[in-house]
């Protein structure tokens, strides 16, 4: 079975540092891209980070650029999120998702349950 | 960056009955590949997002064949053919033919 499970949210102040954690199991993890997706409180989906399949290619949501970096140790199975310099906007359930292929482009096809990042002083 | 809005923004469909949700695009979501990479989401209740169709018309696995998506330009429909309970939540399309990759703001489908 597919599967994506987040790890490492949690309550942090505005101006730290939280990492993200997504293990994955169930299918070959390098073969494919994968993203980070959250949803603020209330609020619709927005895309924040991707990566390809090997890790040499990162992309960003403008809202992230400089203060989160997206990467993933294939031997793992495992995706990361380093998220610094949190404002109280990034409050937010993230989630995992895996892409169809392996640069990214044909949707996201598999969703971790998401985690909760509150920043808040 | 592509700006995707969706309409209605909210929709309260009979069961039985069908339902359709748009989504446009600010520009063109054809791909130097010759694909279009438009993609619908389901989020059900306290649930997260699934997969339901990619590039524009292809349903995933598991997907009842009541779902279909189709293409105008850069107008795009999800269409329910007869609407069940099950199918109450908040829909989404998405492009990932450009960077950033953008989301409509959702549509949310209840049941009367």
């Known amino acids: 079975e597919v599967q994506l499970l987040e790890s490492g949210g949690g309550l942090v102040q505005p101006g730290g540092s939280l990492r993200l954690s997504c293990a994955a199991s169930g299918f070959t993890f390098s073969n494919y891209a994968m993203s980070w997706v959250r949803q603020a409180p209330g609020k619709g989906l927005e895309w924040v980070s991707a990566?390809?399949?090997?890790?040499?290619?990162?992309y960003y949501a403008d809202s992230v650029t400089g203060r989160f970096t997206i990467s993933r140790d294939n031997s793992k199975n495992t995706l990361y999120l380093q998220m610094n310099s949190l404002r109280a906007e990034d409050t937010a359930v993230y989630y995992c998702a895996k892409a169809m292929h392996y640069y990214g482009r044909g949707g996201l096809d598999v969703w971790g349950q998401g985690i909760t990042v509150p920043v808040s002083s | 960056d592509i700006v995707v809005t969706q309409t209605p923004l909210s929709l309260s469909v009979t069961p039985g009955q069908p339902a359709s949700i748009s989504c446009k695009s600010s520009?063109?979501?054809?791909?130097?590949?010759?694909?279009?990479?438009l993609s619908w989401y389901l989020q059900k209740p306290g649930q997260s997002p699934q997969f339901l169709i990619n590039?524009?018309?292809n349903r995933f696995s598991g997907v009842p064949d009541r779902f279909s998506g189709s293409e105008s330009g850069t107008d795009f429909t999800l269409k329910i053919s007869r609407v069940e309970a099950e199918d109450v939540g908040v829909y989404y399309c998405m492009q990932s033919t450009e960077l950033p990759w953008t989301f409509g703001q959702g549509t949310k489908v209840e049941i009367k």
């Open positions: 990566i390809s399949g090997g890790g040499a290619d990162t």
């Open positions: 520009q063109s979501l054809l791909h130097g590949d010759g694909k279009t990479y």
């Open positions: 590039e524009v018309s």
